[in-house]
DNA sequence: CACCAGGCAAGTA
DNA sequence: TACTTGCATGGT
């Protein structure tokens, strides 16, 4: 019989070894947002470069992307990967966020849960993730984000069956913890480290990683 | 050399 | 509905 430890338990665990991780780790609102969308699938160390050149090159408003051509913005791009594809979304996401916010952070933040995911989840290019992402960390909005680390840990825990679905996740994390947006943020943030320090790839339960002590 | 990284949408059956 | 595939750079 495996041990089942619930999530809560995850959480302290975690907090134990790891402490606070300060995410998202941007300058501002808007940063967070165009980083949500380039890290799809891709290692935050290579994100990091394009909003680097994006930022030397003072580009990173809403309104001076958006002018940006689409090679431009592809070039700038280029170090994420899937720049192509990335620009498109990320020109999607600024129409939207121009169009219907006026390209306003505080503005957005105004408008109601439910009805915002939605919005997001509308944009091409924007699923469950980013759109959980930005409305957490962009917008301080209680939602749990889901990502592949966090499916991985909960599976190899066997407090998800593996391969189950973005929202079976997220409603177990909703359901056990207070809808704090600290929480939600901290919690998440050590599950992305706890996935990248140790269990990467198959290397089940080694004596190292936080939650098998 | 192979495999991985803080996904998503479009195509196929 | 449930798979499969394309997208791309840079690190290990």
Redesign the pocket.
């Known amino acids: 019989m495996v041990s089942k430890m619930g999530i809560l338990a995850i959480y302290r665990k975690l907090y134990a070894s790891f402490g606070p991780q300060h995410?998202?780790?941007a300058e501002t609102p808007f940063e967070v947002m165009v980083?949500?969308i380039l890290?799809?699938?891709?290692?935050?160390?290579?994100v990091e470069?394009a909003i680097a050149g994006i930022k030397r090159e003072r580009l990173l408003t809403a309104k001076k992307l958006w002018r940006l051509p689409q090679k431009k913005l592809a070039r700038l791009l280029?170090?994420a990967?899937?720049?192509?594809?990335?620009a498109i979304r990320l020109k999607n996401f600024l129409g939207y966020f121009r169009q219907r916010y006026a390209a306003s952070p505080a503005k957005m933040r105004r408008a109601a849960l439910p009805r915002l995911r939605e919005e997001l989840?509308r944009?091409?290019?924007?699923?469950?993730?980013?759109?959980d992402?930005i409305l957490l960390?962009a917008l301080g909005k209680p939602v749990f984000v889901v990502?592949?680390?966090t499916k991985r840990a909960l599976s190899r825990h066997h407090l998800v069956a593996e391969g189950c679905g973005?929202h079976e996740v997220q409603n177990l994390f909703m359901r056990k913890l207070k809808k704090e947006v600290k929480l939600f943020n901290e919690f998440h943030a050590m599950l992305?480290k706890l996935?990248?320090d140790f269990c990467?790839?198959r290397n089940p339960r080694c004596h190292l990683c936080p939650l098998n002590k």
Do not use: C, F, H, M
């Open positions: 995410w998202w780790p980083g949500a890290t799809q699938n891709t290692s935050w160390q290579n470069r280029r170090p990967g899937y720049y192509n594809l990335k989840l944009v091409n290019g924007i699923g469950p993730e980013t759109a992402s960390y990502d592949a680390y973005y992305v996935g990248k990467r790839k």
